[in-house]
């Protein structure tokens, strides 16, 4: 039986305009944007702090990834907004760009053509000469360097140090009100039945990530949705204060991003990739690397997708994410303190995001895939305004 305490807590009803379910970056986008719209904002998640997705990932904001039109303008647009909160909120922010580097002839080519198109040949987007590519980044291996795409729209943050500080600074400067280690069991609007008592609110967003069980399961069911583990691993901070520069990626990254994907040389690059990496396509292997604001390097990752997900993690695609790193990059110091997988929704028709309502007055956003940290505040005004 509950003792009184508990009965008044769970009794307790609480007021905002919008209840948050979850506190990842779709969550915590969604927050800034009510509030910066006016909207009295209260935020849960079940843990304390947030370890979902969005403090494993690279930090990498990627617009570079995404298809030109509408996709692309909200990347860039998340760019802006990633700036404008950094710099309010005091978080780490490198917007140092990236280099995809080839060193094959079709991984070439494969630039060269995008290089060729409005999206790859504006933004300040450029091919170099492999002198040009190690004059930005003393990192890349020259040797059998043909050349790279720089682009300037990239940029990191640190997903642990903003997942962790942004709630604080919503609280601070947007009154947003927070409640971590807090369920949200059920949402009958206006309540909000939780594990710490029942809001009444007029609307809420769902922005649940990987946990399609708790809340709407049936609509979850319904949908092109699944999960995606990736494998991560992070050395130690690298020495000296010594600075990554641009993000890097190299040949097997092009077959990974929809900004690519329908080049006409890019299906010789993956018939290729194939034939010569059995283990990487298998394993959905391809490499990024990213640094933190404490120096550390971020190297990843495999892709594996099903509603279930394995609990554990291969060293063999440890060891070939390294092998492959090693192919395109040199840093003083790749032994690896860190390693850990995180899990992304993603959707399975191709869709870039999941914008549902699930009943009036309730929103789930979810399946950004592999891009939540670039699309997020893009994506979240535009749900905002639709409110
Ligand atoms: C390894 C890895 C690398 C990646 N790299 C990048 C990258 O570099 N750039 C990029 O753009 N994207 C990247 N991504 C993708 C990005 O991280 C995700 O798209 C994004 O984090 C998803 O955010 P989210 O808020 O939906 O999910 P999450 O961060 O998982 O947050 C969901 C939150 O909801 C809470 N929650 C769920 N149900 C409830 C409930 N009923 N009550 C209370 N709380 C609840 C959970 O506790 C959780 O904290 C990567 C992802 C991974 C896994």
Redesign the pocket.
Known sequence: MATPAETSLVNATHQADLAI?????????HALAAARRGLRVVL????EP?????????????PVGQPAGARHDRALRSREIWSEVANAAGLHIDPAGSLHLAYRADEWTVLREFAATPLGSSHGRTLLTPKETVARSATVELNGLLGALWSPTEA?VD?RQA?RRLPAWLAAAHGVELHFG????HIDLPNIE?TAGTWQVNQAI??????FE??YPEIFAAHPITR?????LRTAPQPDKWHLGPALCAGLTLAHYDAFKNLRSLPTLVARLRAEFPFHHEHGIHV?L?QTAAGELTI??SHHYGLTVDPFDREDINTTIMASLRAFARAPDLCIAER??????KLTDGASELVVAAAPGVWI????????????FGLAEEVVARL
């Not at 849960?44 to 843990?47: L, P």
């Not at 769902?206 to 946990?211: A, L, N, P």
């Not at 850990?340 to 929704?345: C, E, L, N, S, T």
């Not at 956003?365 to 997020?376: E, F, I, Q």
């Open positions: 379910v979850g506190a990842g970056i779709v969550g915590l986008a849960f998640d079940r843990t947030a370890v979902g997705a969005s403090v494993r990932n690279f930090g990498l904001v990627w990191t997903p997942i807090t369920t949200v069991r939780t769902v922005c649940s990530g990987q946990d708790t809340l995606c583990k990736l494998q991560m990024l990213s990843g990752d850990w997988h995180g899990v992304y929704p956003v979810n399946g950004l895939g592999g891009a939540g940290m670039t699309m997020s």
